[in-house]
C-alpha cells in the first residue's frame, strides 16, 4: 500500500454556501471493539455507494488521533494517502454498485483529555461524538447528512466492565476466553455519526417497564456507579413523563425497545442524546433530597425530556450541516420548555417558567448577540463548530420556535410539526424546510402569508429594538401605539431589514388598575382584553377605540417576541403595571424596570454608595406589597423581590465600570434588607416549614421565598450588629431536612460575609466531602460570593490548591473558574487587573487540556470594549497575551480573534 502524509494547514473557515452532498454515501456500518484504556482496537467494516448526484471525486475520511494498521477494498488492500487529518482513497469501484470498505485502527481512550471520541472516565468507557468526535474513533464521513445503519459489538474484560452499552437493542452477548466477555447491539434506525454511542464500564441501573398509547412494551433504564442508585428516581420520573408527553401532545411515540441513561462525571456538555442511549453530565440525573436543590430537580426535569425530545427533533431528522444547528437545539429546547410548563398544575407556575426562560435569554443571549461572537440563529460561517453551541442556537432559536407557534396556534403548530415529520422523517433536512412544514400546515395564517420575511429571524444577527410611544385622545376615546423597530450592525452584518415581530399587547387603566376592552379601529371582531399586533414594517400603529379612561400599555405580554422594548414609561405607569397586570410577565417586568432606572440613575450620579439608598420609597412600598400580597405565588414574589443582575445592569450602559454596578446593586441589596427587616422576618415565618420534602413548584417557591429572606436578614444583621439571625440561620443550616434550605442558608451566610460562614462552610465540606456534585456547590458558593474589598480572587486562587480541586473534571473547572470569571464581575474586574491576569493563565492552562471547556471561559471577555479604563485596556491585555500562545486550539483561538477585531 502506498502512505503519503502532508503537513496540517491552518485552520480553514467554513462557510454554509459552500455546502455540497459527499461524494459517497454510507449504508452500513459494523463496528467492533476490543476496548482496552491504553490502546483499543477498532474493526470498522462499512458498505459504500458513489453519489451519482454530485460530481466523482475521491472518498476523504476524517481521523484525528488514530493509529492506522489496514484499509481494504472489497477485501483486498489499496493504496491511500493523508492530507489534513483525512484518509484519501481514490482508486475506488466505478458505478453505482455498493463496495465494502474496511479500516482497522487504534486509540488511547485514557489519554483522551479532550472528552471527544472515546474517553475514559472513573475506569469506565464513555464516548462524545457530537459534533465531530466520532472521527476520533474511526475514519469516518464524519458529518451529520451520512445517515447509516449501524451493528456494534463490543468486548472487554468482564471484571472490569461488567456492562457494556450501544445504541439500539442487545441482539447478542456471552462469554469469551481470558476473562473477557461481549455484546453486540443493532439499532433499527439509521443515524449520522455524531449520535453513535458506547458506554462500559461498573455499572448498575433503575429499571421501568412502560406500556405506550399503542399497546407496546418498552424498557427504561438509567445507569449510574454503584451507590448512587438511590439518586435516580426523579431522572427515571422525569424520562416517563416526557415519554408519556411527547406521545400526548405530538404523537410521537418511543420507537425502541429500550431507552438508556447513563451518567458520568466527565462530560464536556449537559447531556447528549445518542440515539436510544443518552449520555449524561452526573449533575443532570442525580438527585435525592440530601444532596440535591430545587433547582436541580428542576434542570433535571428539563434536561432528561430535552435529550429525549430528540429522539425526534434531531434524531429521526436531524440536521443536512451543523449550520442548521438550532433546527434540532432551538426546537428541542421550546420543546423541553414547553413541557415543563405542562407539567405545571397552576397557571402561576408556567408565568414563573416563562420568566425563569426569558431571564436566561436576556442575560446570556442578548449581550452575545450585541457582541464579538454575534451570529444568526443559522450562521454563516465557523472556524469551529464547538464554539457554536451557544445560547443564540439554543434559546434565541427556541424563542424563534416560540413565535412560529404564536402566528400559529398550538394547534395550528402541532398539524405543522405533523407535516414535518411526515415530509422528512428519517432525513438530514434544513431549518427553511422546518418552516416550510409548519407554514404549509396552516395556510392563512400570518407565517405563511410572512414566511420569507418570517425567516430573516434566522439569517439576521442582532436583536432588534422596538421602540414604542402611544399617544391617548381623551375625547376621541381612542389610544394609539406608535411602533418602531431596529437592529444593530453585527459582524459581518451592517445593515437590517424589518423583522416580522408577533406584539402581545393589552391595556390597563391608570385610574382603575382594571383589564380594559380591546377594540381595534376597522375591526368588527369583538374586543377582548389582549391582542396580537404582527409588526412587519420599520414603523407602524394601531389604534384602538372605545377606550374609556387613559391607559397604561402592557407590551410583549408573555415575551411575545426576542426584542428590547423601548417605552418610555414614567415611575407611575410601572407601578400600575406591577400591582394590576393580568399578564405575570409584564408585571415582573415592571419591577425589574423600576429597579433598573433606580440602578441607572444612581451610576451615573456616581456619588459614594455608603450608607446610599438608590431606591425611592414607592418601590419600597410596591415590594412590601408583593412580599405580603395574599394570593400571589411564593415563586412569583421571588422573582419580582430579585434585583437585575450585575450583568443585565451592564447591558444598559454605554460605558461599563464593574464596580460601579457592582456598589450600587450592593446598596440596593441592603437597602432592600433593611427597610423591608420588618416583612422578610414575616415572609420567614410563614414559609419556612413545608412538610414532607416535594420538589414541586408550590414547595419550591415556598423554600426559594424563605431562602431569599433568609440571605436579607443576615444582610441586615451585619449592618446592625445584630447576632439573633445570623444565629437562627446557622441553625437552620445544622437542621436542615434537605438540601434546598440547607444550601439557602449556607448561601445566606456566606453572601452577608459573616463570620458563622467559615466554620459553616468547614461542615458543610465535612458533611458532603464524598459527594462530587455537591461539593462542586460548595466551590461555587465561594467563588461566585459577593466581593468585599477583593476578597473573593485569594479565596479562589486557594481553592485551586484545595485537594479536592482538578481541572480536568470540567464540572469542577466550572464550579471555581467559571463561577468566578463568568458570574462574579464584582470580583472579577478588578481595578489591579489581577482578575484578567488569572482568566489569561486559566485559559491556556485549560487549553492545554480539554479545547472545548477553555472557550467556553475565554468568552467572559467578550464584552471588554464596553469596559471604562482601567479596565479596558487590562482586558485587552489579557486577550493579546492569550492570542499570543503558540499552540493555542482552533477553538480558543476563534473566540479571542473575533473578540480583538476591529
Not at 660 to 683: G, K, N
Request: charged share 20%; aromatic share 10%.
Amino acid at each position: 500500500m502506498l502512505q503519503l502524509r502532508e503537513a496540517s494547514g491552518p485552520a480553514a473557515v467554513i462557510h454554509r454556501g459552500d455546502y455540497t452532498a459527499p461524494a459517497y454515501w454510507i449504508d452500513t456500518v459494523d463496528l467492533s471493539f476490543d476496548l482496552d484504556p491504553a490502546k483499543t482496537r477498532v474493526l470498522n467494516k462499512m458498505t459504500l455507494r458513489r453519489n451519482l448526484d454530485v460530481a466523482a471525486g475521491p472518498l476523504r475520511l476524517d481521523g484525528e488521533e488514530l493509529n492506522l494498521a489496514r484499509v481494504l477494498v472489497n477485501g483486498q488492500g489499496t493504496s491511500f494517502k493523508m492530507e489534513n487529518n483525512q484518509l484519501v482513497l481514490e482508486n475506488l469501484p466505478e458505478g453505482s454498485e455498493p463496495f465494502a470498505l474496511e479500516i482497522f485502527t487504534t486509540c488511547a481512550p485514557v489519554k483522551n483529555t479532550k472528552l471527544m471520541g472515546l474517553y475514559v472516565s472513573n475506569e469506565s468507557f464513555f464516548t462524545q461524538c457530537e459534533a465531530e468526535g466520532f472521527r476520533r474513533i474511526t475514519y469516518f464521513l464524519d458529518r451529520p447528512d451520512v445517515m447509516a445503519m449501524y451493528t456494534v459489538t463490543l468486548r472487554a474484560d468482564k471484571a472490569k466492565y461488567p456492562v457494556l452499552l450501544s445504541n439500539g437493542n442487545l441482539v447478542d452477548s456471552g462469554v469469551l476466553e481470558d476473562g473477557r466477555h461481549y455484546a453486540k447491539w443493532v439499532d433499527p434506525h439509521k443515524k449520522p455519526s455524531y449520535l453513535f454511542a458506547l458506554v462500559a464500564g461498573q455499572l448498575v441501573a433503575r429499571e421501568q417497564r412502560i406500556t405506550s398509547r399503542a399497546g407496546k412494551e418498552h424498557l427504561l433504564q438509567v445507569y449510574v456507579r454503584p451507590g448512587d442508585l438511590d439518586k435516580t428516581e426523579h431522572a427515571m420520573n422525569s424520562l416517563m413523563a416526557s415519554v408519556a408527553w411527547d406521545e400526548a401532545r405530538f404523537g410521537l411515540p418511543l420507537d425502541l425497545e429500550r431507552f438508556m441513561i447513563v451518567a458520568t462525571s466527565d462530560f464536556n456538555m449537559g447531556a447528549m442524546e445518542n440515539k436510544g442511549l443518552n449520555i449524561f453530565n452526573t449533575k443532570y440525573v442525580l438527585a435525592n433530597q440530601a444532596t440535591a436543590t430545587d433547582a436541580d430537580y428542576g434542570n433535571i426535569e428539563s434536561v432528561v425530556g430535552h435529550e429525549y425530545f430528540h429522539n425526534w427533533t434531531g434524531n429521526r431528522i436531524t440536521c443536512r450541516d451543523w449550520f442548521q444547528l438550532s433546527l434540532k437545539e432551538g426546537l428541542t429546547v421550546f420543546r423541553d420548555q414547553e413541557f415543563s410548563q405542562d407539567l405545571c398544575a397552576e397557571p402561576s407556575a408556567r408565568a414563573v417558567k416563562r420568566i425563569e426562560d426569558v431571564r436566561v435569554l436576556r442575560t446570556a443571549q442578548f449581550p452575545e448577540d450585541a457582541g464579538p461572537m454575534a451570529h444568526p440563529v443559522r450562521p454563516d460561517s465557523y472556524i469551529e463548530i464547538n464554539n457554536f453551541y451557544t445560547v443564540t442556537i439554543y434559546e434565541k432559536g427556541a424563542e424563534v420556535v416560540r413565535m412560529m407557534q404564536t402566528l400559529t396556534s398550538r394547534a395550528g403548530f402541532a398539524k405543522g410539526m405533523a407535516l414535518y415529520f411526515a415530509r422528512f422523517d428519517g432525513q438530514a433536512v434544513t431549518c427553511d424546510d422546518f418552516a416550510q412544514s409548519i407554514a404549509d400546515a396552516n395556510p392563512g395564517s400570518a407565517l405563511a402569508n410572512l414566511l420569507p420575511q418570517f425567516k430573516r429571524w434566522y439569517s439576521q444577527a442582532g436583536t432588534p429594538r422596538l421602540a414604542t410611544r402611544g399617544a391617548y385622545d381623551a375625547a376621541a376615546q381612542t389610544y394609539t401605539l406608535h411602533f418602531s423597530q431596529s437592529c444593530a450592525p453585527t459582524p459581518g452584518q451592517v445593515g437590517k431589514e424589518p423583522f416580522v415581530i408577533p406584539v402581545n399587547l393589552g391595556l390597563v387603566g391608570a385610574s382603575s388598575g382594571a383589564a380594559l376592552p380591546l377594540q381595534v379601529q376597522g375591526s368588527s371582531v369583538a374586543g377582548a382584553d389582549s391582542h396580537l399586533f404582527v409588526l412587519t414594517e420599520a414603523s407602524q400603529s394601531i389604534t384602538f377605540t372605545g377606550v374609556t379612561e387613559e391607559p397604561v400599555p402592557s407590551i410583549l405580554r408573555g415575551f411575545s417576541a426576542p426584542v428590547v422594548l423601548d417605552f418610555d414609561y414614567s415611575d407611575a405607569q410601572l407601578l400600575t403595571l406591577l400591582a394590576n397586570d393580568p399578564d405575570p410577565f409584564n408585571r415582573w417586568e415592571a419591577g425589574q424596570r423600576l429597579a433598573l432606572r433606580s440602578a441607572i440613575n444612581s451610576i451615573a450620579a456616581g456619588a459614594d454608595t455608603t450608607g446610599a439608598t438608590p431606591l425611592n420609597d414607592a418601590y419600597i412600598d410596591a415590594m412590601r406589597t408583593v412580599l405580603r400580597h395574599p394570593t400571589l405565588d411564593a415563586a412569583f414574589k421571588e422573582l419580582v423581590l430579585t434585583l437585575p443582575s450585575e450583568t443585565y445592569i451592564a447591558e444598559q450602559l454605554d460605558v461599563v465600570d464593574p464596580q460601579r454596578i457592582h456598589a450600587v446593586r450592593e446598596a440596593m441589596r441592603l437597602q432592600l434588607a433593611i427597610a423591608l427587616q420588618a416583612d422578610w422576618q414575616w415572609a420567614y415565618s410563614v414559609h419556612e416549614n413545608n412538610g414532607a420534602y416535594r420538589p414541586d413548584p408550590v414547595s419550591s417557591g415556598r423554600r426559594a421565598l424563605a431562602g431569599m429572606a433568609l440571605s436579607f436578614l443576615c444582610l441586615a444583621a451585619m449592618q446592625s450588629g445584630d447576632e439573633v439571625w445570623p444565629g437562627k440561620t446557622l441553625q437552620r443550616f445544622k437542621d436542615a431536612s434537605n438540601m434546598t434550605d440547607r444550601f439557602n442558608a449556607l448561601h445566606a451566610l456566606v453572601g452577608s460575609g459573616h463570620a458563622l460562614a467559615s466554620p459553616a462552610l468547614a461542615r458543610f465540606h465535612a458533611l458532603f466531602k464524598d459527594e462530587a456534585l455537591v461539593l462542586d456547590k460548595w466551590f461555587a458558593l465561594q467563588a461566585g460570593t459577593s466581593d468585599r474589598g477583593g476578597q473573593v480572587l485569594p479565596a479562589v486562587r486557594l481553592l485551586l490548591a484545595h485537594p479536592d480541586f482538578n481541572i480536568r473534571n470540567p464540572n469542577r473547572a466550572r464550579s471555581v473558574i467559571f463561577s468566578f470569571c463568568s458570574a462574579n464581575p464584582g470580583g472579577f474586574h478588578r481595578a489591579d487587573a489581577a482578575g484578567y491576569v488569572f482568566w489569561a493563565e486559566r485559559v491556556m492552562e485549560l487549553d492545554g487540556i480539554n479545547p472545548q471547556v477553555a472557550a467556553r471561559l475565554a468568552r467572559a471577555l467578550d464584552r471588554w470594549k464596553k469596559l471604562a479604563e482601567p479596565y479596558r485596556s487590562a482586558a485587552r491585555e489579557a486577550l493579546v497575551r492569550v492570542a499570543a500562545k503558540a499552540d493555542l486550539s482552533n477553538d480558543v483561538r476563534e473566540v479571542v480573534d473575533r473578540a480583538l477585531a476591529d
